[in-house]
């Protein structure tokens, strides 16, 4: 191994920089991109918002309260161009986390492309495209999982032909370990679903050009805090991705079966509790895929320290690509091969890791692939994020600040603004009118004509690409394109997950259980507990680890999944004639939609039935949210399911039973 100079020609190039960001308007957003890369960003990375994501306008009902929060509102073309305003397109590498809505903000990218004077053919970026993951741990999908995949490969075969340095599909296995998917697990199910879109990109392009197509396919994955296991896990994508590229597929090129990926690193595991803590957290698992130069990342976004709290302001952005930019320039990082070649534990484990995801490709392959193995999939991701919340509440993992050394001195970056940034209500309103007046001055019949074409090429089997880049440059909307889209396809419901039947975990739960029981004697039935969804947000995993337990602890439980209206969730507890509801919330729009349930239950004489709220909550709202009447409020600090569980029963059953 030879050291080189740091001005050496040998010396590798850095990975693309990227900070995940967007927020309250495209204004707003394009003022923060271009701060960010005058700080030294390289890439840009945006985050749309829900309402977007999942293909409504800023007006729908289901908008309510999810404008402008997780990211940035993008109606149109004009959003669009303020997006992007100063911002030459032609010298950006830009990536878009997109699904559902994909084809559609790729669309108005390149029309905004094209108004800047840019060469289409020369854009760079990626979108993510990824559908599948969408069913088994995000939530933004639209339509069923045929139909979504066909539009995977429509974005595919498009770019190949016409933007050919565009990553069409990002394979996204982040938000499988955010729903607890184990490394094994991991690896598996991503890679099953970049088998699942090139068998429906192989018939779609000439033999001959199928090699270059399968090189455009990127990966994005997380990278979690046992970084010496996900350096492992990284070094087994990229030795069982050539495995299925020149095996499966016959890819003899070597630069075209080469795994590349971009990363953020876990957000699952930053900690409300001690949140400082989160800047080690956030520094080690970098190392995990920037340590091995053979699985190196080609581009890094990190999380900001204060993730758990609320939504980062720019100075906790810049810190985190500053962390970036110290590893990358002032450590000899990037000065020396591959660090672990040759490493008997590191290839040890490797082998172990692939060993078992070529056992769960298999068994996958055998269920008929990623699209008819969804229902499986999801079930596991379940189950093993089950596991990992006994673990942590058994102490058998140990989460510094949650489980262990509790005990702490008060953190001075979180000061009177709370350590996060909030988005004004008024937003909302503001886009609206905006959406409003877009309508207004566009030309309807131009607009008509285009969703005429739209419906046509995708009712009649075509790649909708070239529709829907029209359909941009005619003033459509997001929701009327996802609109011709839900009308042809249909929509779509995931599975939740969560079994009818008690699992094998219910050890040390006997107690509760018991209380359950006599509750539910005094009661006259099962204690019967609601639990909803509000809104657009997609993050599931805590609301199903709550039916989880209700469940195993003997409760009558309902849960149906995501993107619920709050007036389908109050007649939901109608019928059912609910104990307790459950609203779960992560997506900062937990003020209005709570406010909208119990306005509701009043309304519907249902006031007396106890509301508790668990999301990413600031301590004013949780207080805001027990004046209005909710009887309990958690945040990601109450990690302990079984005091929960307990709480639940002492809100319902007469005070004899619950001091029992």
């Not at 890094?300 to 906790?316: F, H, I, K």
Request: glycine residues 8%.
């Amino acid at each position: 191994m030879t050291q080189t100079t740091p001005d050496s020609p040998t010396r590798d190039r850095p990975w693309l920089f990227r900070t995940y960001s967007g927020h309250s308007t495209a204004e707003a957003s394009n003022a923060l991109y271009r701060s960010n890369l005058a700080r030294g960003q390289t890439g840009l990375s945006v985050a749309f918002d829900l309402p977007t994501q999942t293909g409504y306008d800023s007006d729908h009902i289901l908008a309510r309260g999810e404008v402008g929060k997780v990211g940035v509102p993008v109606g149109h073309i004009g959003d669009m161009r303020a997006l992007f305003d100063q911002i030459p397109l032609a010298e950006m590498n830009t990536s878009m986390t997109i699904n559902a809505t994909a084809p559609w903000l790729l669309a108005l990218y390149i029309a905004v492309a094209e108004e800047q004077g840019a060469e289409v053919a020369a854009l760079q970026g990626t979108v993510q495209n990824d559908l599948i993951k969408e069913y088994l741990s995000r939530g933004t999908y639209i339509c069923p999982p045929k139909p979504s995949l066909k539009m995977i490969a429509d974005v595919a075969e498009y770019c190949y032909a016409h933007v050919p340095k565009w990553n069409p599909m990002n394979v996204c296995s982040y938000h499988l370990q955010e729903a607890g998917a184990t490394p094994e697990q991991e690896l598996a199910y991503a890679l099953a679903t970049g088998i699942a879109v090139l068998d429906e990109l192989r018939p779609r392009v000439p033999a001959a050009d199928f090699p270059a197509l399968v090189g455009r396919i990127s990966f994005f994955v997380n990278a979690g805090i046992r970084f010496v296991t996900e350096m492992c896990k990284m070094r087994a994508f990229v030795d069982l991705w050539d495995e299925i590229c020149l095996e499966r597929y016959g890819v003899e090129e070597e630069k075209y079966r080469r795994f590349r990926y971009g990363v953020q690193v876990n957000s699952l595991g930053l900690t409300e509790q001690q949140p400082e803590n989160n800047v080690y957290r956030i520094l080690i698992e970098m190392l995990a895929v920037t340590l091995s130069k053979k699985a190196r990342a080609r581009a890094v976004q990190l999380p900001a320290w204060n993730e758990a709290l609320g939504l980062p302001r720019p100075w906790d952005q810049q810190w985190s690509l500053r962390m970036q930019q110290i590893m990358a320039y002032e450590t000899d990082l990037l000065e020396f091969d591959d660090l672990f070649d040759g490493n008997p534990a590191v290839d040890a484990k490797v082998a172990t890791l692939k060993q078992a995801a070529r056992a769960e490709l298999a068994n996958l392959g055998a269920m008929g692939g990623a699209i008819e193995a969804i229902d499986y999939m999801k079930a596991r991701l379940v189950e093993s994020n089950a596991t990992r919340v006994n673990r942590i509440e058994r102490n058998e993992i140990t989460v510094v600040g949650v489980n262990r050394w509790r005990e702490a001195e008060p953190s001075p970056l979180v000061g009177s603004d709370g350590g996060i940034m909030t988005v004004d209500p008024a937003v909302e309103a503001q886009q609206v009118g905006r959406l409003t007046q877009w309508r207004a001055a566009r030309d309807a019949d131009a607009v008509r004509a285009a969703l005429d074409a739209l419906r046509e090429a995708a009712s009649g089997g075509d790649n909708i690409m070239p529709a829907s880049i029209a359909a941009a440059k005619a003033g459509v909307t997001t929701g009327e394109w996802a609109a011709c889209m839900r009308a042809i396809h249909g929509e779509y419901r995931g599975p939740t997950g969560v079994a009818a039947g008690v699992s094998n975990q219910t050890e040390g739960l006997d107690e509760i259980r018991e209380a359950v029981n006599a509750a539910s004697d005094s009661l006259g039935r099962r204690l019967k507990f609601v639990i909803g969804k509000p809104g657009l947000d997609g993050h599931s995993n805590g609301a199903e680890q709550i039916a989880c337990r209700a469940r195993d602890c003997g409760m009558d439980i309902s849960y149906e999944g995501i993107r619920l209206t709050p007036e389908e969730i109050v007649a939901r507890a109608r019928a059912e004639e609910a104990h307790v509801i459950g609203l779960s919330i992560l997506s900062g729009s937990h003020m209005p939609l709570v406010e909208d349930t119990l306005a509701l239950m009043q309304a519907s004489g249902l006031g007396h039935i106890p509301v508790i709220v668990g999301g990413i909550i600031p301590e004013d709202d949780a207080r805001r949210l027990l004046q209005m009447g909710v009887a309990r409020v958690y945040t990601p600090k109450d990690f302990e399911l079984n005091r929960i569980m307990m709480d639940v029963v002492a809100l319902v059953a007469p005070a004899p039973v619950a001091a029992e």
